[in-house]
Each structure stands twice: as C-alpha cells, then as structure tokens.
Nanobody, 125 residues
Framework: HVQLVESGGGSVQAGGSLTLSCQFHGYVYTTNAMGWFRQFPGKEREGVAI????????YYDDSVEGRFTISQDNARNTLTLRMDSLKPEDTAMYYC???????????????????WGQGTQVTVS
C-alpha cells in the first residue's frame, strides 16, 4: 500500500503559476508509474502528467504539454507538478496517483491506478 498526500492547490489568475506537491510513503517500490490526474465536475478523472519507470516515459495530456512539468525527488519522497500559464479550463480537482502498470497506456486509464491521494483543488479565474 502507498500513501499519497497532495498539497499546493489554490486560486490563481489566468496566466499565473502553481506548484502541486505529492508526498509519497509506504511500498512505493511496488509501483512503476506515478503522476497526476484531474477531475472536472461531473466528468471522469483524466491523466494530466504521468512518469513511468519503464523506459523513462513521461506522458502529458495535449492540453498541458509545454505548460506543465512533472518531476520526482526520491530523496524527499515528493512528486511535483509545476503548472505555468494556467487557464480557466485548468480548474479542477487534481489527484496524485501511483501503481504498478504492465505498460504505459495512452491516455492513462484511472482504473489502472489503485493508490490515490485525497486531491487538491486548483481554481483559475
């Protein structure tokens, strides 16, 4: 079991930046994929940025490519999502997730991930 705790959400004006952090603990060595999903009201969760150990693959959703950057600091047990040039359509609940996946799915399937944080709200106006 992996424990994930997000922080860093909040409200920001369009064009601004936010950095989300996910502290991870537990059996992280059992996972080979870690990243961020978001959920709009009334919608399914969708992958935003995922890091896969297999081949060092990083997935970004087309809507955030070039604006968001995912990084991982294992010494600090932290997964980070740097979000720049934020748009109102980025407003959503953001979740950190981790799992061992057989191979990277494009786009990432939330159902493939069994470890989730509680979520952090990002609001862009």
């Amino acid at each position: 079991h992996v424990q994930l705790v997000e922080s860093g959400g909040g409200s920001v004006q369009a064009g601004g930046s936010l950095t989300l952090s996910c502290q991870f603990h537990g059996y992280v060595y059992t996972t080979n994929a870690m990243g961020w999903f978001r959920q709009f009201p009334g919608k399914e969760r969708e992958g935003v940025a995922i890091k896969y150990k297999r081949g060092g693959t990083i997935y970004y959703d087309d809507s955030v490519e070039g604006r968001f950057t995912i990084s991982q600091d294992n010494a600090r047990n932290t997964l980070t999502l740097r979000m720049d040039s934020l748009k109102p359509e980025d407003t959503a609940m953001y979740y950190c997730a981790a799992e061992w996946v057989r191979w990277p799915e494009i786009p990432p399937a939330p159902a493939e991930f069994g470890n989730w944080g509680q979520g952090t709200q990002v609001t862009v106006s």
